[in-house]
T-cell receptor, first 113, second 114 residues
Framework: QQKVQQSPESLSVPEGGMASLNCTSS?????YFWWYRQHSGEGPKALM???SDGDKKEGRFTAHLNKASLHVSLHIRDSQPSDSALYFC?????????????WGSGTKLIIKP | NSKVIQTPRYLVKGQGQKAKMRCIPE?????VFWYQQNKNNEFKFLIN????????QIDMTEKRFSAECPSNSPCSLEIQSSEAGDSALYLC????????????FGPGTRLLVL
């Protein structure tokens, strides 16, 4: 079983709408979470990190972390066509001195003009 | 914007050939990672370095892959004898040292093994 699972696999949202992406970890050692966005032909770009319970807002993006349920979400308000991309949730294990990220399988977000 | 530089952007090799790709990490980042992203967009960690020393590498990397991060030179990842299954996007990332430090990625090298 994948240690970091994302849903939905694909999501279509009208321009100006709200996109909500979900991520669940099956390993309580994962304490640090990131959301990355990858446009076609590019490398992943970090959108935001979240390490504490609650919400973290950066512009149109809001991440929410619930450590008790190991659930992380990303909400994009006022979605733009340029938000169309692959979105990945990635986690880092507490006290893993090798710093590697464990990745989810991704959500393909399509913003319809 | 990330300043991790990867070359070449595209690489085409025949089976059994060597494939070598390079990465210049972001200035001031001592930790460098190599990941493989397959056609299903799944990521696989290959190897990472901290100041030229290997921190961790997976079995596959130990057998057919070689990598290094010499001081004052680009980091490199080389596949000794390419296989069709190695066709993928190879991503280099760099970061500061710390569990909470963000990894910054380059654009990747897309390898096609014919």
């Amino acid at each position: 079983q994948q240690k970091v699972q994302q849903s939905p696999e694909s999501l279509s949202v009208p321009e100006g709408g709200m996109a909500s992406l979900n991520c669940t970890s099956s390993d309580r050692n994962f304490q640090y979470f990131w959301w990355y966005r990858q446009h076609s032909g590019e490398g992943p770009k970090a959108l935001m990190s979240i390490f504490s319970d609650g919400d973290k807002k950066e512009g149109r993006f809001t991440a929410h972390l619930n450590k008790a349920s190991l659930h992380v979400s990303l909400h994009i308000r006022d979605s733009q066509p340029s938000d169309s991309a692959l979105y990945f949730c990635a986690a880092s294990e507490l006290m893993d001195s090798n710093y590697q990220l464990i990745w989810g399988s991704g959500t393909k977000l399509i913003i319809k003009p | 914007n990330s300043k991790v530089i990867q070359t070449p952007r595209y690489l085409v090799k025949g089976q059994g050939q060597k494939a070598k790709m390079r990465c210049i990490p972001e200035k001031g980042h001592p930790v460098v990672f190599w990941y493989q992203q397959n056609k299903n967009n799944e990521f696989k960690f290959l190897i990472n370095f901290q100041n030229q020393e290997v921190l961790q590498q997976i079995d596959m990397t130990e057998k057919r892959f070689s990598a290094e991060c010499p001081s004052n030179s680009p980091c490199s990842l080389e596949i000794q004898s390419s296989e069709a299954g190695d066709s993928a996007l190879y991503l280099c990332a760099s970061s500061q040292t710390g569990f909470q430090d963000t990894q910054y990625f380059g654009p990747g090298t897309r390898l096609l093994v014919l």
